[in-house]
């Protein structure tokens, strides 16, 4: 980075915002997005949509169904298509929407959907339910830790 990047005098403005959508948790994926497209909107950045379809989302017998493991995939992707239609309606203009599965979901997002959309921002909503705070499967202290770039956690 050159100085001027580093200046306290110079606004710091992401151009490219990550939002991380847990379809268990809607509350705080909702206060998420709120932020997120504010700040896509005020910097005319392009934001990404990812959510990733969790090995705990499905039974052991749901999961050697083949039929029930489409029907949870496109159960997401209607997640996400419907995130993208209320960014764009809110004025985003550049919007794209990733669904992933099979891994720990902060690996997914780290190892495949940084590298493809490039970041400088991730936003994930905190954790609602206590149970799920400071364990592996809060995904906000996990991207925190492991993303190379800026995280927010919006409560």
Not at 45 to 54: D, F, N, P, R, T
Not at 68 to 78: F, I, M, P, T, W
Not at 141 to 152: E, N, Y
Request: hydrophobic letters at 40%; glycine letters at 4%; proline letters at 4%.
């Amino acid at each position: 980075m050159d100085s001027e990047t580093n200046s306290i005098d110079q606004p710091l403005v992401f151009k490219r915002i990550l939002l991380t959508v847990d379809v268990d948790d809607q509350d705080s994926t909702a206060k998420a997005f709120r932020f997120a497209v504010t700040q896509a909107k005020v910097n005319q950045a392009s934001l990404g949509i990812v959510s990733v379809m969790e090995s705990d989302d499905l039974s052991v017998f749901d999961s050697l169904t083949p039929a029930k493991v489409d029907e949870k995939r496109d159960a997401l992707h209607e997640v996400v298509n419907d995130y993208i239609n209320h960014a764009q309606a809110d004025g985003v203009v550049d919007v794209k929407g990733y669904v992933a599965e099979d891994g720990d979901v902060d690996d997914i997002i780290v190892e495949d959907v940084i590298p493809r959309f490039n970041p400088d921002l991730i936003v994930c909503g905190a954790d609602s339910n206590p149970e799920r705070r400071g364990h592996k499967a809060a995904i906000s202290v996990q991207l925190s830790k492991k993303a190379p770039v800026s995280v927010i956690v919006v409560r």
